[in-house]
């Protein structure tokens, strides 16, 4: 007997992660949270005008591949498409020791997460 496969407990047009992104999940979900529940363009429009550097060019990095992932699969219309699910959860971390006084070292922790985003029709 074989394993049996993956069920999905969703259902998504197009879906698209981002794993291992360097910033930490408490600033990605920042930018998700404006944009969840709102159309393709109207997310990507506000994204540009975002200023959050660490996290914005790489949620829209996310949002571009779901637009392009259901251009491949022959959506209607990939603009009008909702984000019904945007998330970031907690990936592994970078440890690094940094120079502290009396020759001690602190550890310096470089968070990551992955970011998903799933589009489905209005």
Known sequence: ????????????????????????????????????????????????????PSAAPAVLQ??????????RKKADDPDQLVITDAFADVAGMMKRFRAAPMGRGVRVRKRSCHITIRLNEA
């Open 62 to 71: 996310v949002l571009k591949s779901a637009r392009a992932n259901a251009e």
């Open 1 to 52: 007997m074989s394993k049996p496969k993956f069920q999905k407990k969703y259902v998504a047009v197009s879906e698209a992660r981002y794993r291992n992104a360097p910033m930490t999940a408490r600033k990605a979900r920042l930018v998700l949270d404006l944009i969840r529940g709102k159309r393709v363009r109207e997310a990507m429009e506000l994204l540009t005008l975002t200023h959050k």
